[in-house]
């Protein structure tokens, strides 16, 4: 069976609508997420990320289950036993001890590596925000990537990441990673090459041929590599891929028919 490019995009991006620059209100975060799970889209993960912070907040607004991304931005963690915690993200760069079965990933920075971390416990990458300072160099995230690699680290990325392909963004000063940047790195890093290339490569027919010509071993390996990234668009990502023609409609059952 081949799902071709999709492979790459499936299950990809998590929804962080609470974060900046969107940070949608509570409410309207989790109308949008309920929009999207009816709609089905195969790109996104459906997992809802929202701040230990926010839970009361959330379960005030709750009517339908979400599976959730938990941000541990307080020690003060309330009662988890009416909510399906999928994932912990952890700042700090250190694991913390939860009576939860959840897979926890540390958030890093390059210049923090090595780092150590238990058995079973992946990193985090931040790969912008809403300074230029906040974007790592190519060269970071390349170095990123390559240690994840070598020790069979899974991770996630967060921030930075609103389109496919990497762009300069005036406002900012600064050159924006591309998610597709991202996946592309991520395969040519388990091929044993250098990912930095494809990380500042702004080539958009080129990322494409190469997107469409990743092997499904490569793809697996990468995507086992690279869990999922937030973003705080559902819609974005979809329709950069969609206008690059590397997913039809995006929908499970449009995936489904291309097997």
Not at 41 to 58: G, K, N, Y
Not at 141 to 152: K, M, P, Q, S, T
Not at 199 to 208: A, I, K, M, P, Y
Request: charged letters at 20%; hydrophobic letters at 45%; proline letters at 8%.
């Amino acid at each position: 069976m081949d799902l071709g490019p999709m492979r790459l995009f499936h299950d990809l991006v998590d929804d962080a609508g609470l974060f900046p620059p969107t940070a949608l209100p509570m409410a309207e975060a989790l109308r949008r997420h309920r929009n999207d799970l009816d709609r089905g889209s195969a790109v996104l993960t459906h997992r809802f990320l929202c701040s230990a912070s926010r839970l009361p907040e959330l379960r005030a607004h709750l009517d339908f289950p979400v599976r959730l991304g938990l941000i541990l931005d307080t020690p003060d963690v309330p009662p988890l036993d009416d909510l399906t915690v999928e994932l912990v993200e952890v700042p700090g760069g250190k694991a913390v001890g939860l009576d939860i079965p959840a897979r926890q990933f540390v958030e890093v920075t390059a210049a923090q590596l090595p780092v150590d971390v238990p058995s079973g416990v992946g990193l985090k990458i931040r790969c912008g925000g809403l300074t230029a300072a906040a974007f790592p160099t190519a060269q970071d995230l390349g170095r990123f990537i390559v240690y994840c690699a070598e020790r069979d680290l899974p991770f996630k990325a967060t921030a930075g990441l609103h389109n496919a392909v990497r762009h300069f963004h005036p406002a900012l000063g600064t050159d924006r990673h591309g998610f597709l940047n991202l996946v592309l790195a991520v395969c040519a890093t388990v091929e044993g090459r250098d990912p930095v290339p494809v990380l500042r490569s702004t080539d958009v027919g080129e990322l494409v041929r190469l997107a469409q010509a990743v092997p499904d071993d490569t793809a697996e390996r990468a995507r086992r590599l690279l869990v999922s990234y937030g973003s705080c668009s559902t819609s974005t990502p979809i329709e950069d891929l969609l206008a690059l023609g590397l997913i039809t409609t995006g929908t499970t059952a449009d995936a489904e028919e291309n097997v």
